[in-house]
């Protein structure tokens, strides 16, 4: 089985336990430890109303991009929320009453996030907080001088989104990039770290594996080795789940040379990533914030009207919204009960993961269909 077979047929959210653990062992105290305890006894015994809080946090720091990807809802102009910038000062008063339970913090969602000046700042100022950083960039804007405020900001893993091994396929998705900036940046990137001697960041090539890039696979395995990459992951190709034209999206990018892909109900080849074992990890462990402070269930979805909460920066009881309505909702999904006051939400009609086996509300805001966004999840993980 070569890599890349290795990496498609993982679920996304073990495909990094060995790093999660060492962000827990190096960012961890007793305090942390507990509350990762607590949080996972919680998920196991299928909770409604937590005592813990979120170990995790995703924080989009500017859900704007350079790139026009088709299958992104940025790149497809149809994010279905405000895009901003997030300031410094908001990253604080978002990051501030969770910093005590965090073990890391994302630095991307939906944007590309190298395009927020601020976001070396908020990088800087997690890691002198004892909270660890990730980042994930199409690396094509960066100037000498950002690489190294990468390097002096302590930043700790950077993924590097380069699907395919030449300009004529990278360019196919990543609408509007450049593959050799790509490669010289990132391999400057490297150059330089290791010129002084930093551990970090850790570098991962983060490769989707598409129709038109799959006879690349082993030419990237031994390209990651010149370029000295700390690891190269390759990843299933997703699309928004919103997408109604799912067998026609799925014929055009789809690779065919793997196995680990399977028939879904609606007639379409998926990647197997639906209906993982529940309850949810997202609702135990992680909170995702956007640029306009609405909260959303998940890294997968984009909708501001899917939001279950709106953070107010100057008064944030993060153990309320936690615990509220929504949340409390969504995870009723996955343990028999039903929370009450119950509310409709986006959750309800999501196949990622496995629901408790009662007859399941469905959403009037959500249509379910197979395999919501694979790929936000897999970035995340």
Request: proline share 5%; with cysteine.
């Amino acid at each position: 089985m070569n890599l890349a077979q290795k990496y498609l047929r993982k679920i996304p959210q073990y495909t990094r336990s060995h790093r999660h653990f060492l962000s827990v062992m190096r960012h961890g105290n007793p305090r942390k430890w507990m509350n990762l305890a607590l949080a996972e006894a919680e998920r196991k015994l299928r909770r409604v109303e937590l005592k813990s809080l979120p170990y995790l946090l995703i924080v989009d720091a500017c859900n704007y991009c350079n790139l026009r990807c088709p299958l992104c809802p940025t790149g497809l102009n149809d994010l279905g929320r405000p895009q901003a910038m997030l300031s410094f000062e908001h990253f604080q008063k978002f990051f501030d009453p969770l910093m005590p339970q965090l073990f890391e913090v994302y630095m991307h969602n939906w944007g590309e996030s190298l395009l927020n000046k601020q976001v070396f700042k908020m990088i800087r100022y997690a890691q002198d907080h004892n909270v660890g950083t990730n980042l994930s960039s199409n690396l094509v804007r960066v100037s000498s001088s950002e690489i190294d405020n990468m390097l002096d900001s302590g930043l700790e893993y950077l993924v590097v989104s380069l699907d395919g091994t030449s300009q004529e396929t990278y360019i196919q998705y990543r609408i509007g990039g450049d593959y050799q900036r790509v490669v010289d940046n990132m391999c400057e990137l490297i150059r330089r770290r290791n010129a002084r001697k930093l551990k970090h960041p850790v570098v991962e090539w983060q490769f989707i594996v598409m129709k038109q890039n799959q006879h690349q696979v082993a030419e990237a395995e031994e390209l990651s080795r010149k370029f000295g990459v700390d690891l190269l992951r390759f990843i299933p190709v997703g699309m928004p789940h919103e997408f109604t034209n799912r067998k026609e999206v799925a014929a055009k990018w789809y690779p065919t040379q793997f196995e680990g892909r399977v028939a879904s109900n609606h007639e379409e080849q998926q990647f197997g990533q639906a209906a993982k074992p529940g309850p949810c990890f997202y609702l135990y462990r992680s909170m995702v914030v956007n640029p306009d402070g609405g909260v959303s269930p998940c890294c997968v979805v984009n909708r501001k009207k899917y939001d279950f909460a709106v953070l107010n920066p100057d008064a944030m009881d993060v153990r309320a919204l936690w615990n509220n309505d929504k949340y409390r909702s969504a995870r009723a999904l996955f343990s028999g009960k039903i929370a009450s006051p119950g509310e409709a939400t986006v959750c309800d009609g999501c196949d990622i993961f496995e629901k408790h086996a009662r007859e399941e509300a469905k959403s009037v805001l959500y249509t379910p269909t197979p395999a919501a966004t694979t790929k936000s999840m897999a970035e995340k993980s």
